[in-house]
């Protein structure tokens, strides 16, 4: 049985650049969800994906947009990066849709801005 | 919304000691509760999950528990050890559950 995934572990750009963040999650998982950690902080959840729809979001503007494959692997867009997008990003993924089951998670993209 | 919080926010023992992790959350009505480890720079590893209907769970050194009706969950740690070095979360998903709210963790360092 194979781990989440995430690729690339580290990443950097610009202000105002776009970037793409890759996640493979663990065998048999139909639920992705991906967060945010800044420093210091605790994980902060951006949104959910549940067989290839968006099952809620948080607290994130628009610029941060997703998708799910049929694989369920699934995919972070960030568009018009800010400084204070830096930050490691963590995928999980899970069995259940309702937070019933573990949340397994991956290494981690620490994405820094410029 | 829900809010979670842990305290002590760092902790140092000696090796050997045994130590207790808190976690407190604001809203009593949830399915489980989650509790990890992070290395620094690395992802979130599942220490414990404990379900609503449980009170405790154990794994190795590690034992968890839970109070719903207090909104509280501890997690101890028998016999430190050096390789137990690491940040400790916990977290509970919302009301919809989709999402999980985390702490902001507790460092802890145990001195061999």
């Known amino acids: 049985e194979t781990g989440v995934t995430q690729s690339p572990t580290h990443l950097i750009k610009t202000r105002g650049q776009q970037v793409t963040l890759r996640c493979s999650s663990q065998?048999?998982?139909?639920?992705v969800s991906w967060y945010q950690q800044a420093l210091g902080q605790g994980p902060q959840f951006i949104f959910q994906?549940?067989?290839?729809?968006?099952?809620g979001r948080g607290n994130f503007p628009p610029r941060f947009s997703g998708l799910q494959f049929p694989n369920y692997s699934s995919e972070l867009n960030v568009n018009a990066l800010e400084l204070d997008d830096s930050a490691l990003y963590l995928c999980?993924?899970?069995?259940?849709?309702?937070?019933?089951?573990?949340?397994?998670f991956g290494p981690g993209t620490r994405l820094l801005v410029l | 919304k829900q809010e979670v919080t842990q305290i002590p926010a760092a902790l140092s023992v000696p090796e050997g000691e045994n130590l207790v992790l808190n976690c407190s959350f604001t809203d009593s009505a949830i399915y489980n509760l989650q509790w990890f480890r992070q290395d620094p720079g690395k992802g979130l590893t599942s220490l414990l999950l404990?379900?609503?209907?449980?009170r405790e769970q154990t794994s190795g050194r590690l034992n968890a528990s839970l109070d719903k009706s207090s909104g509280r969950s501890t997690l101890y740690i028998a016999a430190s050890q050096p390789g137990d070095s690491a940040t400790y979360l916990c977290a509970v998903p919302g009301s919809t559950g989709n999402q999980f709210y985390f702490g902001t963790g507790t460092s802890l360092t145990v001195i061999p």
């Open positions: 999980a993924s899970s069995l259940f849709m309702t937070g019933e089951g573990t949340q397994y």
């Open positions: 065998s048999g998982h139909n639920t």
């Open positions: 994906y549940y067989r290839e729809e968006e099952n």
């Open positions: 404990i379900q609503s209907s449980q």
